[in-house]
């Protein structure tokens, strides 16, 4: 804000008066959608998509193949069943009205009431606004009667709660302290649907241990229909943020088509709420897209596939049909957009990379398998179109007549997009954390969970402590967001490589899903040797005029006192250095080594966002080592957003890193207050200087003078030498048990 106010005084007296003016105009007209909302029915009356069905796209996987996971599927939608949830930290707590919040470091609210509901829907007087309450009472009469509604509107983990019958652009965050709203969005995106449908595939073949199949298959009815009622279209938390709808979207279809593999029968009733719910959802994308010439994000590519998404399924009109091409122009537009050279994503976070590449890969992947009605009616729009930003034809990059679709560019950012997640994959199928990791996911078609006990988890998460310590020997299971293998394994079998599949240790549900999915429909990589390829990536090097050694004497006359550390493996075996690979990503600012017992990661580049650095942490120069599969330095990752300032920056600070520190100084600066906690200035301009398999040279600017570090790799050691005048020696060590949930030991 602060930013755009200098631009503007920069700018002439008439262009001061137009911004002006139409500022105005849109107060007047954010106005009266407020009235019309408050006084009228914003539910669809009628959707012109209707009275046809949804379209179908999923196929149906053997059972077989869901065999050896029935553990973890019994676990998890039992879970779900009971309603309980484990999001962004919080520990698995039943979510329901009225419950008890633990509160977030000292904060708690208890805002929620407990609640009476009946079958009438009587309860939601009070909560809907009148001009949607007897439509959402409508809605609730079809849910079961034994339903225990839940809570969509709470954080439940602070307490503070959002109420219903406000409008959406009325919604504020980030007003009191541990309040955290991305708790409800979370929530609210309902990516646990796909779980309750595996539950269901192994329902209906009597696999032992599971409830009958209608109790999946109402749930899952139930949870949707409940969300309708309690959440009419443009009112309460849950419509506030159009990335978060555009993403529910996604996920009820996905789980919904993956209920209709297995035959799953749906009420009239139900499917009619459903359909015109999922027509509101879209016409919500396109009329609220987080879109700027000058800086998107992660943000509109969410709104964008949910669009793709939403008039993929639905039946075709002219409506439809025009969102559903502009979706597509717009995934071509923010692939080029978005996705460096180098198949790096422009957030500057290796876990937003995943977000944003997932995205990219299922919405490609649906726009394979696009029946060709749809394909047919994507050539129909010329010159005119109900949607302004719309291109004509002749103008657009795709090819709804070409069995690859998008052009040759568009599938090879991709595929270097699923090899930047394969390279950066530590020994422990993990990635490092670079910037910032809000547990972020497109589809939960198969989340990678780790069963422990509860003794053993609560030991690791400082939140988790009051757990009860007489179930100390029930099973914990902790998902795992750091593990990306099912993105690489889902492009493995996309672009039929071999490499990038078998960074996936399990033939996965999602993954069986993916062979049926692609079949006979794969793109061929732009190595164009889909058996063996290799990546850009690998091998290259930064050279200088000076070697690692050279550096170290001129640096060591320049500077007095280096500080020193160096990290030995536990135990003997080869040399470190045995067949060491390089590997650079020079757009995202990554430099990696390889070798079957080192990984090294070396942050050294832009803050990302096109200088924004919204989603970077202070962390030039700072590393992640493993050494024979144990973590030896590891990034804490992010904690919080918007709740606690202090700790937002905290956790993004130079001193949350092992990077050169001097006292009181930060790499980058950030406004104050909640307006700098997604903007990051780059003052560093890290540059790295020399990369090869000796080692890395790097310097940056950040604190006013030359820093320097130098990375040196031998045989049985690596040594880490920084240069400047007045570094420290102390290290801050955080855990983080938000988001991301690392833990303690991080």
């Not at 690489?488 to 240790?505: E, M, Q, V």
Request: negative net charge; aromatic residues 12%.
């Amino acid at each position: 804000m602060i930013d755009q106010l200098k631009t503007i005084l920069t700018l002439p007296p008439h262009r001061v008066a137009r911004k002006i003016s139409n500022l105005i105009e849109k107060k007047v007209i954010r106005y009266k959608d407020r009235i019309r909302d408050h006084l009228f029915s914003t539910y669809t009356a009628s959707p012109p998509c209707c009275p046809l069905p949804l379209l179908s796209y999923l196929p149906q996987i053997p059972i077989k193949k869901l065999l050896p996971f029935q553990a973890t599927i019994h676990a998890l939608s039992q879970h779900y069943l009971q309603h309980q949830f484990d999001l962004l930290g919080s520990g698995w707590k039943q979510v329901k009205h009225g419950m008890s919040c633990d509160g977030l470091e000292g904060y708690c609210y208890q805002m929620g009431g407990s609640i009476k509901s009946d079958s009438a829907g009587k309860w939601l007087e009070g909560r809907i606004n009148a001009g949607n309450l007897e439509e959402s009472q409508r809605i609730w009469s079809l849910i079961d009667a034994e339903y225990t509604p839940i809570d969509w509107h709470l954080d439940f983990k602070s307490g503070y709660r959002w109420e219903e019958g406000t409008w959406y652009l009325d919604i504020r965050y980030a007003q009191r302290p541990g309040v955290d709203i991305k708790v409800p969005w979370e929530l609210a995106r309902m990516q646990h649907l796909p779980m309750l449908a595996w539950a269901y595939a192994l329902s209906i073949h009597a696999t032992e241990g599971f409830a009958r199949p209608e109790k999946y298959i109402q749930e899952f009815r139930n949870q949707i229909l409940d969300f309708i009622a309690t959440n009419p279209p443009r009112f309460g938390v849950n419509w506030s943020c159009t990335m978060d709808v555009g993403i529910r979207v996604v996920n009820w279809l996905i789980s919904y088509d993956l209920f209709r593999a297995y035959h799953a029968e749906l009420d009239h009733a139900f499917l009619e709420v459903f359909q015109r719910s999922i027509y509101e959802h879209g016409k919500h994308c396109i009329e609220n897209l987080e879109y700027s010439p000058s800086f998107r994000s992660n943000h509109y590519l969410s709104d964008i596939a949910g669009l793709l998404f939403a008039a993929a399924y639905l039946p075709s009109s002219e409506e439809i049909d025009s969102w559903l091409s502009f979706a597509i122009q717009e995934l071509l537009s923010e692939m080029e957009y978005q996705f460096n050279p180098d198949g790096s994503n422009f957030e500057a976070s290796t876990s937003y990379h995943r977000l944003s590449t997932e995205i990219m890969l299922y919405s490609a992947g649906l726009c394979l398998i696009l029946p060709k009605t749809k394909r047919d009616n994507l050539d129909q729009f010329r010159e005119a179109s109900i949607l302004s930003r719309l291109k004509p034809i002749h103008e657009q990059e795709y090819d709804p007549s070409s069995s690859e679709f998008f052009p040759a560019w568009f599938w090879e950012r991709l595929e270097k997009a699923a090899e930047f997640t394969m390279l950066i994959n530590k020994p422990t199928h993990e990635i490092p954390q670079i910037g910032d990791n809000d547990s972020g996911r497109f589809l939960k078609i198969w989340p990678i969970y780790t069963p422990r006990s509860v003794s053993e988890t609560t030991t690791m998460y400082a939140n988790l402590t009051a757990t009860s310590k007489s179930c100390s020997e029930q099973i914990y299971w902790d998902e795992n967001g750091l593990n990306h293998t099912h993105l690489t394994g889902f492009a493995g079998i996309l672009f039929d490589r071999s490499d990038l599949l078998n960074t996936s240790p399990e033939d996965t549900p999602e993954l069986s899903l993916a062979k049926l999915w692609f079949h006979q429909k794969t793109i061929l990589s732009y190595h164009r040797h889909p058996s063996s390829p290799t990546p850009i990536a690998i091998g290259k090097t930064v050279e200088s005029d000076h070697s690692l050694k050279r550096w170290i004497e001129l640096l060591e006359k320049q500077y007095h006192d280096p500080l020193v550390s160096i990290f030995g493996p536990s135990q003997s075996g080869p040399p470190l250095t045995t067949n060491l690979q390089t590997i650079i990503f020079p757009d995202f600012g990554l430099y990696l080594y390889r070798s079957s017992r080192i990984y090294l990661a070396i942050r050294c580049g832009s803050v990302g966002q096109n200088g924004n650095g919204g989603h970077a942490h202070n962390d030039q120069l700072s590393i992640e080592l493993n050494i024979d599969g144990q973590d030896l330095i590891q990034d804490p990752g992010t904690y919080l957003y918007t709740p606690l300032i202090e700790q937002r920056n905290l956790f993004r600070s130079t001193a949350a890193h092992f990077t050169p520190r001097m006292a009181g100084k930060e790499q980058n600066n950030w406004l104050p207050g909640k307006f700098g906690l997604f903007h990051l200035k780059d003052q560093t301009q890290a540059t790295c200087v020399l990369f090869n398999t000796d080692g890395f040279v790097g310097r940056h600017i950040g604190f006013g003078e030359t820093i320097w570090r130098i990375v040196w790799i031998q045989a049985t050691q690596v040594q880490v030498i920084d240069f400047g005048n007045n570094i420290l020696c102390e290290r801050t060590k955080l855990y983080s048990n938000g988001y991301g949930r690392k833990g303690k030991n991080a």
